[in-house]
């Protein structure tokens, strides 16, 4: 049983749905609020406690969403204001709650904000976004590089300056050290609290705020990776991570205290992503939680990896609370960067596993609990602005972001009854949900199995973390919670490892094929100290 002093969120398992490839429920090939809750009783059946929704909101969807041209309506093609109603009530009914992503480093430049901040250089929102004058030559006001290639700012004749962006040109920074700024966002967070929203998950947080002085960027050192953007040869010490953010998140963390059970996590991308999570997590005043790219990019898994990885995360009571995804829209699908020559199966059962033994908040992305791999998409199929810029040298995103397979034996899988937004991916047909439903040994319900365990485990779900000696291919730690003590081990690597105790386990759980503690590659197991004699 769970712990009931705890909050709702502490340990919790959030499903993330990437709306566009969900479910589409009125036939335009793009999925929709209306398809999502239709199918929240299989979401609910996984034993996940919330459903995080990738953004819906309304915008020219050059960046799918997170390109806002209004953080307080719903796009058209995804529904209406009461649809998104519908959709939390049904979720509150199956008892999930309801996380939803915002990303306030920046707007759609068809903002009404951006509108009137570019008309002149003293209307009322003259302030809001980042504007700077040319050098005298005409160029840059700096030397900041956009994440998405090119200058991180682009000229406007309306105001004779140039606007920053750290992504899109379409994505104006917003002047957050503006108090009319931060306001508003307040405003937002709670029209979406009183709406019934249960949490928030904030992207590119570590983005919103800049060095008002405009200094330049120093350069990276060579580090041996493969440089496909002026991005990456810049330390981002000025364009991003300024001191201000964690003082604006306590600001941000007391419009949420106002309200019951309520949730933050940030998204934190970066080198140094463990020291600003930290930050922005610290104590009780700013936010809940925060995950980085630690599994998301990382090209293979290995146990020191892992170990290193949470480690960073101690049981202390200033060190925060962390949250770990290994798939999600912005990164390739786990089982296509990992398996290798391992049967892709097998793998992702002790992923799973795994994922459901590690301390912290775990998020699991749509299809994961399938074992989907990576699609690969042609380039004239791409929609992913990132991928068409850099094309060939960055992966697309897109192949993470392919229709959800419902029905095996459908053109489109059962996630429309036309060609979908982005083709469907020929591979999963076989992983479909009725297949796999049809299957009691099926992945998906491996993955019911493994929710069930962490749920009734306050070990697991919150319990301290110990690691523990053994093979450099063994992964061993115990998680403890009272008088709970469990053993997790895990076979990373690609020979079998055995591995002695002087203390008796019984398996509550293992996959792999593991005997009398030998583990087969891609093999775990979640085990319990064994009652003593009589």
Request: proline share 8%.
């Amino acid at each position: 049983m769970t712990d009931s002093n705890l909050p709702w969120w502490r340990g919790a398992a959030i499903y993330q749905i990437y709306p566009r490839s969900f479910a589409d429920s009125n036939g335009d090939g793009i999925g929709d609020l209306p398809g999502i809750t239709a199918h929240l009783p299989y979401v609910a059946s996984l034993g996940v406690d919330a459903i995080w929704l990738s953004p819906f909101f309304r915008s020219p969807m050059r960046d799918f969403g997170y390109d806002v041209s209004d953080y307080c309506d719903v796009d058209p093609i995804f529904g209406t204001l009461a649809d998104f109603d519908a959709l939390v009530a049904r979720a509150h009914e199956l008892g999930l709650r309801v996380v939803i992503d915002q990303v306030w480093a920046h707007t759609s430049d068809e903002h009404g904000w951006f509108a009137e901040s570019r008309s002149s250089r003293d209307n009322a929102k003259a302030d809001w976004y980042v504007w700077a004058d040319p050098k005298p030559d005409g160029s840059p006001p700096n030397n900041w590089q956009s994440v998405f290639g090119g200058p991180a700012w682009t000229w406007d004749a309306r105001r004779g300056q140039y606007y920053m962006h750290q992504f899109l040109r379409e994505q104006p920074q917003l002047h957050l050290h503006h108090p009319q700024v931060q306001q508003s966002v307040f405003d937002i967070i709670r029209f979406w609290l009183d709406r019934g929203v249960d949490g928030f998950r904030i992207d590119a947080i570590n983005h919103s705020m800049h060095d008002p002085l405009l200094r330049d960027n120093p350069p990276a050192p060579e580090d041996g990776k493969v440089r496909t953007r002026p991005f990456d040869f810049q330390i981002r010490k000025y364009s991003q991570s300024h001191p201000d953010i964690p003082l604006f998140l306590e600001k941000v963390r007391q419009v949420f205290d106002e309200y019951e059970d309520r949730f933050t996590v940030a998204e934190v991308g970066g080198e140094n992503s463990d020291v600003e999570m930290k930050a922005f997590t610290q104590g009780h005043r700013r936010l809940n939680t925060a995950y980085g790219f630690d599994f998301l990019y990382a090209p293979e898994l290995t146990a020191d990896f892992l170990r290193t990885a949470l480690a960073k995360w101690p049981a202390r009571t200033d060190a925060g609370w962390p949250s770990w995804a290994f798939e999600n829209h912005d990164a390739p699908r786990a089982v296509s960067r990992w398996a290798g020559a391992i049967d892709p199966d097998a793998y992702c059962r002790m992923k799973m596993l795994l994922l459901a033994c590690l301390r912290g908040n775990i998020f699991l992305y749509y299809g994961e609990e399938l074992g989907l791999p990576q699609v690969d998409i042609a380039f004239e199929d791409l929609q992913d602005p990132e991928a068409i810029a850099n094309w060939p040298l960055t992966l697309s995103r897109d192949g993470a972001r392919t229709p959800m397979p419902w029905r095996s034996d459908a053109p489109y899988l059962g996630f429309s009854e036309v060609k979908p937004w982005l083709p469907v991916g020929e591979s999963h047909r076989a992983l479909a949900v009725d297949v796999q439903e049809a299957r009691p040994d099926s992945l998906l319900h491996w993955t019911r199995r493994v929710l069930a365990l962490r749920n009734g485990s306050p070990a697991l779900r919150a319990g301290a973390i110990q690691f523990l000696e053994g093979p450099d291919e063994l992964l061993l730690f115990e998680r403890t919670h009272g008088n709970e003590r469990l053993l997790c081990a895990f076979n990373l690597g690609n020979r079998a490892a055995a591995w002695t105790s002087q203390e008796k386990w019984r398996p509550l759980l293992t996959t792999g094929g593991v005997e009398k503690l030998m583990f087969p590659p891609a093999s775990g197991m979640v085990a319990r100290i064994a009652d003593p004699p009589g």
